[in-house]
């Protein structure tokens, strides 16, 4: 009856995972894409290039050995966007590559060109040439992700008034920067390029930023950006953007003014459906172009369902690639669980931050009683071997019954050391696990053994006075 049992719209991290996820279960599958983007926005313009672009930085610009080898260690004088675009092409085209041979080696149709709604069950895929074609499918995932959200009175030229998207393609690095913006993505390049040794200037009209991390966290991270020179505008609003000849003035709403050679507007992402035709499927989208779902996925048409981005919140590769393999199961009419309420945030600024689980002010806001234990990268001898003096893990506790109600760490690895945390949540543990576990010397995964050991021993104390031990 349908040309396809799943049709997924977008080959990003969501819907790679629905259509693989689908073609396993043994239904037909196709995945619609643009030309030279396969992987969606994740592999060309998001997640891989600029964590890539990351690498290059830190390793350039020596930045990781500075406390061992002094302040003026580098490993490259003149780095250059040849320098730093070098390793990320190389790694965009591998990935690409893998891409393509996961969806051949499953069998999933690859349909290329830019699909949109005929009616519920029929998508039109223009490619180019003048004639559109139209397949069928039973059930139909979108995953077509998001693109930066773009003021309409700002007047972007790619060069000097650029987005996220835009900010890869930049000529040359730039001596001086403003970005607008101190969301995640905002923070994660205003990190990079003042690590290279831009003069970066963050405007954000609200009072603080990354305002779902722990304060301490996110204190540590500026404290360490503004050694780097970054000048943070907290409380502030753009009223205007003027080009000139040598840049760009960024007129403040307070009156301040702030020349540089390039501004970067990080305002946020806008769902990509506006392509997509919704209401010819019987679907809407709210003013941020983002879908409604519900706990399985499903759209307010049973059986459309959306994944990644496009849905919102938290908008992460990986969280997206579950989402669109819980979708497809469900689908398919495969039994599955729904998505583990405990999700990891990964932050790749520099330093990373990365945390799983409660905030301090989450639990003081609950009313939930905790202890913290803390661990210091610069006591453990992984911490002086590689440099780094400020990294930071955070675990809290649980006095009641010493379960772990939240892992925070800043630093070196952070992204790979919350999974430790995670896991041990995950499984309902308690920190006499990490008390009485052994890990690798010397390593940076010690430093749960000493965060655990710090908690224990004021929650001991505290048993000490109340006679309650």
């Known amino acids: ?106 069998r999933v149709t690859l349909l290329q060109g830019t699909g949109r709604f005929l009616d519920e069950h029929t998508v039109g895929i223009l490619d180019g040439g003048e004639e559109e074609r139209k397949v069928t499918a039973a059930k139909i995932v979108i995953a077509t992700g998001t693109t ?23 000529d040359r690095v730039p001596d001086t920067m403003v970005v607008v913006g101190a969301g995640v993505i905002g923070i994660e390049y205003a990190s990079m390029f003042a690590a290279l040794g831009t003069r970066v200037t963050v405007v954000e009209r609200r ?57 970067m507007y990080s305002a946020g992402r806008q769902g990509r459906t506006a392509e997509l035709h919704l209401e010819a499927a019987g679907l809407t989208a709210d003013a941020r172009g983002r879908i409604a779902v519900d706990e399985d996925y499903r759209t307010g048409v049973p059986h459309i369902y959306a994944v990644g981005d496009v849905i919102g919140f938290p908008a992460l590769a990986a969280t997206s690639m ?44 609950g009313r939930v009683p905790f ?35 939240g892992v925070h760490v800043f630093g070196t690895g952070a992204t790979e050391l919350v999974h430790i945390g995670q896991t041990v949540m995950g499984c309902g543990g308690t920190i006499d696990y990490l008390v009485n576990a052994v890990f690798n010397y010397p390593t940076l995964a010690e430093s749960y053994k000493v965060a655990a050991l710090d908690a224990m021993n004021k929650m001991r104390a505290i048993s000490r006075l109340t006679g309650e031990a």
């Open 148 to 170: 930066p959200a773009r003021p309409g009175s700002v007047e972007f030229d790619e060069r000097t008034v650029i987005d996220s998207d835009a900010i890869l393609h930049l």
């Open 207 to 263: 009072e603080r930023m990354l305002e779902f991390c722990d304060l301490e966290i996110v204190e540590a991270l500026k404290y360490h950006l503004r050694d780097l020179a970054v000048t943070f505008r907290f409380g502030e609003s753009v009223a205007a953007v003027e080009r000139r000849a040598g840049g760009a003035l960024t007129v403040l709403e307070s009156g301040k003014r702030i020349p540089a050679d390039c501004v």
């Open 371 to 405: 202890e913290v234990g803390v661990s210091r990268y610069r006591e453990l001898a992984r911490g002086q071997i590689i440099g780094d003096s400020y990294g930071m893990l955070k675990l809290l506790v649980s006095p009641q019954d010493r379960r772990l109600l």
């Open 322 to 365: 579950e989402q669109g393999r819980v979708a497809a199961q469900h689908a398919c009419g495969e039994p599955v669980a729904s998505l583990h309420e405990l999700q990891p945030i990964g932050i790749y600024t520099v330093p990373e931050i990365s945390f799983v689980g409660r905030t301090e002010d989450d639990l003081t806001r």
């Open 1 to 106: 009856m349908y040309d396809f049992d799943l049709l997924v719209i977008g080959s990003g991290p969501g819907g790679q995972k629905a259509a693989i996820a689908a073609a396993k279960l043994g239904r037909k599958t196709a995945v619609i894409e643009k030309p030279h983007m396969l992987g969606g926005v994740c592999i060309n313009t998001g997640t891989i290039p600029s964590k890539t672009l990351r690498e290059a930085v830190l390793y350039l610009t020596g930045l990781n050995q500075r406390e061992l080898y002094g302040q003026s260690y580098r490993v490259k004088d003149e780095i250059t966007v040849a320098d730093l675009g070098l390793r990320t092409r190389h790694v965009v085209g591998r990935e690409i590559q893998v891409i393509r041979s996961q969806l051949t080696r499953n």
